[in-house]
């Protein structure tokens, strides 16, 4: 596949950063009605500073141009860690709303799937798809009431020491948690995939995981129905 442009960055006035691209180009900030896909990362115990996320990245390259209704949106946290969530969650509110628009969308992987389920209160936001997320049973899930939740988790994603990983069985109780208080969706598990998409070799490029391609078209699937293509 070839490298396309990462797109514009823009700093949120928190301190964390958007990336914009649409139809597989940069794209200038701009407030309108034009669909977005916010795109939330993932984290880990040690706060360091955010990173833009190999997945989300490599999903956006796939499916930009094959979206071109899509701004899509790429958010790098101040801190990327969970023990600094509710920081991920002002970082990703503060995305929506420089986005401002009617038609958003949150995509988030790993623990960007409990960020995103946390910012989904906002009015523009029409619901969330979550690729292999973090859903821990405390998470509150009210914001997803009424809603559109879609799940898709590797059905070989385990967490293993020293390997970073979401039990499908955490992201499921979450997924039924939020369809009690009224979330509409249904969750898909993905024969073969691991957790992820992609991985960012030292030098920088990205390396597709198994099934890559089968979670590009579920989540171009999705992202077609949420946003009313």
């Known amino acids: 596949m070839s490298e396309l442009s990462t797109g514009t960055e823009v700093r949120l006035t928190r301190g964390g950063e958007l990336r914009l691209a649409r139809n597989g180009a940069p794209v200038s900030p701009a407030r309108d009605s034009v669909a977005t896909v916010v795109c939330v990362n993932g984290g880990q115990a040690r706060e360091v500073g955010g990173t833009w996320s190999a997945t989300v990245e490599w999903l956006v390259r796939r499916l930009?141009?094959?979206?071109?209704?899509?701004?899509?949106?790429?958010?790098?946290?101040?801190?990327?860690?969970?023990?600094?969530?509710?920081?991920?969650?002002?970082?990703?509110?503060?995305?929506?709303?420089?986005?401002?628009?009617?038609?958003?969308?949150?995509?988030?992987?790993?623990?960007?799937?409990?960020?995103?389920?946390?910012?989904?209160?906002?009015?523009?936001?029409?619901?969330?798809?979550?690729?292999?997320?973090?859903?821990?049973?405390?998470?509150?899930?009210?914001?997803?009431?009424?809603?559109?939740?879609?799940?898709?988790?590797?059905?070989?994603?385990?967490?293993?020491?020293?390997?970073?990983?979401?039990?499908?069985?955490?992201?499921?109780?979450?997924?039924?948690?939020?369809?009690?208080?009224?979330a509409r969706g249904r969750y898909v598990m993905i024969p073969g995939a691991l957790h992820g998409v992609a991985l960012r070799s030292p030098g920088g490029r990205l390396l597709r995981l198994p099934r890559a391609e089968r979670w590009a078209e579920l989540v171009e699937e999705e992202l077609r129905l949420l946003a009313d293509l």
Not at 74 to 99: F, G, P, Q
Not at 152 to 172: E, F, I, K, N, T
């Open 64 to 182: 930009s141009p094959r979206l071109p209704e899509l701004t899509f949106a790429e958010v790098r946290y101040r801190v990327k860690s969970w023990k600094r969530l509710d920081s991920c969650i002002a970082d990703a509110e503060a995305a929506v709303h420089e986005i401002g628009g009617s038609r958003t969308v949150l995509l988030g992987f790993s623990m960007g799937g409990a960020v995103a389920v946390s910012a989904a209160a906002a009015p523009s936001v029409r619901g969330v798809v979550g690729l292999a997320p973090w859903l821990p049973d405390a998470l509150d899930v009210t914001p997803m009431a009424g809603k559109e939740l879609v799940v898709l988790h590797g059905a070989l994603d385990r967490w293993l020491p020293g390997v970073p990983g979401v039990s499908p069985a955490l992201s499921r109780r979450g997924f039924e948690r939020a369809r009690a208080l009224g």
